[in-house]
Structure formats: structure tokens, C-alpha cells
């Protein structure tokens, strides 16, 4: 846009800069703050190898209790599915996935192992209650 009105961009950001910096000069000198900057921040400190350790064994507990079987019998669903030929009834449907999906009927196929393996997780994880 600058090129349409012969500009160019150096000028352009250079004359913004010295508008700021004349601006910043003006407010300083008219606005005299009279307060100290005070930052009320808490001490920091390390927590205990003890805590840490056990709040992530409490995380990884539930994440193996609650989620992974979820994970694991979906998985075998996809091998067994694959294993016996019930997907390829997908592949079959080539003239109807090249249409509407551009893609051939054994990439769907792929497609749908990909959609139920990657949507699997999110699913779990969104039902888990995440606070300890």
C-alpha cells in the first residue's frame, strides 16, 4: 500500500519512531508522576523434590488409571479392524471418496484409523478431572 502512494516503508517506520519519541518527551515533561514504582512480588522458592514427585505420580496415576486403557482398547479396535479386512470396505468406496474428498478410496482408509486414533485422546482427557 505504502508503494501506491511512492512511499516508502523506511519512511514510513522512521517518521513513526519520531513521532513516539517527541510524543514521549511531551508526556514526560506535562506529566510528572510523583509515585515510586513498587512491586509487591512474593518470595520464590524451590519446592521440595518430595512434593514435585508426588503431585506428578498423582498426574501420571490417574493419566494410567483413567486415560491409557481408554487409548489401548481403542487401538486394538483399529488393529483388529484392520487385521480382518473390515476397512477395506472403505477402500471400496472409491468413486464416492474421489468426489467429495479428492482423495482414493485406500487413503481413506488411512484417513479413518488417523480420525479415531487422533480424536480418541482429546475425548478422554476433556472427561478427566485435572485438579488434584
Partial sequence: MARAFGAD???IYGAIVIVFLLLARVVARYLKADSELV????????????AVASKAWMRMEGFFKQVLPVLMVTGL???????????SVLSRLDPISTSFFGISGQSLVSVAVTVVQRYAAPMVLLN???SA
Fill in 128 to 130: 478427566l478431572p485435572l
Fill in 9 to 11: 516503508l523506511r519512511v
Fill in 39 to 50: 512491586l509487591e512480588i512474593p518470595p520464590v522458592r524451590v519446592p521440595s523434590i518430595k
Fill in 77 to 87: 479396535g483399529v488393529r483388529i479392524l484392520l487385521d480382518t479386512g473390515i476397512l
